[in-house]
């Protein structure tokens, strides 16, 4: 069954400090992996778009890995901020989404 | 162009009632994706169109709900004789192409809630 996973479920982290979130995916074939952020109340927001053959991708604070072979990525966020409190959601082309990471950064 | 626009943003609707939820996509997107999210869950694939056409309906219910994007106007995703079950945020996405890097983006959805 093509899957996407996300750990951990949610996360509290103080203002300043970095993070990783996870993402285990098991969809065959592959399809673009994306990382967004979904801010309460509001639609997904694209962070980063991943192909098969690429290994990491920045957007500002925000650094993405992809391993494809163990079909594992990461977000990692530098030195995060209060705006940074969301879900941030792993997906696999437009069929597959993870159940989203609950960042909470508190002052 | 503001995005993609999604209306109403919060729909109540009685259990047995028509939930009509509306998307304009972005200009000149001609591909429109429908998901559905309900509380502490992903994001669920719905239904894909372009123009006048279904192209994947594999994750729409059978009963009960149709999607539509008319030439003109924007796409419909309609819910017959609604039921609790149904309360969730509705969310459509529109892309240039079928290829989703040319744009595609999410609307900030519609919340049902049935009664």
């Known amino acids: 069954k093509n899957q996407v996973e996300q750990s951990p479920q949610s996360l509290i982290i103080l203002e300043g400090k970095n993070c990783t979130l996870q993402c285990n995916y098991t969809v065959s074939p592959f399809s673009n992996l994306r990382w967004y952020k979904q801010d309460t109340g509001r639609g997904p927001v694209s962070l980063t778009i991943?192909?098969?053959?690429?290994n990491t991708k920045s957007n500002g604070r925000y650094t993405a890995t992809l391993d494809a072979d163990t079909k594992q990525s990461s977000l990692h966020i530098t030195a995060s901020q209060l705006s940074d409190s969301a879900s941030y959601i792993c997906a696999q082309g437009k069929l597959v989404f993870g159940t989203g990471t609950r960042l909470l950064v508190s002052p | 162009n503001a995005g993609v626009m999604q209306n109403p943003r919060h729909l109540v609707r009685r259990r047995g009632q028509e939930a009509r939820l509306r998307c304009s996509p972005m200009?000149?997107?001609?591909?429109v994706y429908w998901y559905r999210q309900l509380p502490e869950e992903g994001l669920k694939f719905m239904v894909y169109?372009?123009?006048?056409?279904?192209?994947?309906e594999s994750g729409m219910p059978k009963e009960r709900f149709s999607a539509e994007f008319p030439k003109e106007g924007p796409s419909i995703l309609r819910i017959q004789q609604v039921v609790r079950g149904d309360s969730a945020a509705y969310f459509c996405?529109?892309?240039?192409?079928?290829?989703?890097?040319?744009?595609?983006?999410f609307g900030s959805g519609t919340r049902l809630t049935v009664v």
């Open positions: 169109l372009q123009k006048e056409n279904i192209i994947d």
């Open positions: 991943m192909t098969f053959s690429e």
């Open positions: 200009k000149g997107h001609s591909h």
């Open positions: 996405a529109s892309s240039l192409t079928s290829e989703l890097d040319y744009g595609y983006t």
